[in-house]
């Protein structure tokens, strides 16, 4: 089951960005973890999927046969990190941060919590973060392929640092999209970061230590 589940899932992941739109619906929390130097330490992930792709999962996977919604506790078992089952080469989870310019590489998931909400998979992973000063940190959460369209709905940050973000511009993004698009050739169409465009930008901004 979990095989099938995540063939699934990585399929779709991986699929060319047909026509440049998004097809899998993701809203995501990000916390942020600080030690007490001020370094952020790791991040706590929670990804609502969308009902439609909720239900193809569910399917799959052989789950709430009864279609009421209601996972039983085996069942919520099994779905636990169905969505971190494989994680391929250089995936990136979809998340990306910077500081100083330089990437911050993220170490690999580990699954912490799973429900059904309102007909929608609530997943939440947790990954490590090399210690990083805080100050000016810059995340982004996008698939580069735009397959998926996360939007960030909530941003927290512990200690004495805050979120500031910057969403996307609607307008020009579709503008950038389309420029991209067209000036891509065959070849290098298919290894285009499409999604970047419409991803919104979270900096930390933290109080001076004393």
């Given amino acids: 089951m979990f095989q099938r589940c995540c063939f699934l899932f990585l399929a779709m992941m ?3 960005p047909a026509g440049a739109h998004p097809h899998v619906f993701v809203d995501s929390d990000l ?12 991040v706590d992930v929670t990804w609502t999927y969308d009902d439609f792709f909720t239900l193809l999962i569910l399917e799959d996977m ?3 046969p009864d279609g009421d919604g209601v996972l039983t506790d085996e ?17 990136e989870g979809d998340l990306y941060v910077h ?11 580990t699954p912490t919590a799973i429900a059904v909400e309102d007909g929608r998979i609530v997943a939440s992973h947790h990954r490590p973060i090399p210690e990083v ?3 000016d940190m810059l995340l982004e959460q996008y698939d580069p392929t735009y397959y998926v369209a996360y939007t960030l709905t909530d941003v927290s940050v512990e200690g004495p640092c805050r979120s500031e973000i910057t969403p996307a511009t609607p307008g020009e993004a579709d503008k950038a999209l389309a420029e991209s698009l067209n000036t891509a050739s065959e070849d290098m169409f298919q290894t285009i970061e499409l999604g970047v465009h419409f991803a919104a930008e979270v900096r930390l901004a933290c109080e001076p230590r004393s």
């Fill in 99 to 109: 500081r100083d310019g330089e990437k911050v590489e993220l170490a690999r998931p």
């Fill in 62 to 64: 052989g789950l709430d």
């Fill in 133 to 135: 000063p805080a100050q």
């Fill in 14 to 16: 991986a699929a060319a």
């Fill in 31 to 42: 916390h942020l973890i600080l030690n007490d130097s001020g370094e952020v330490t790791g």
């Fill in 75 to 91: 069942e919520l078992e099994q779905l636990h990190g169905f969505d971190l089952v494989e994680w391929p080469p250089g995936f």
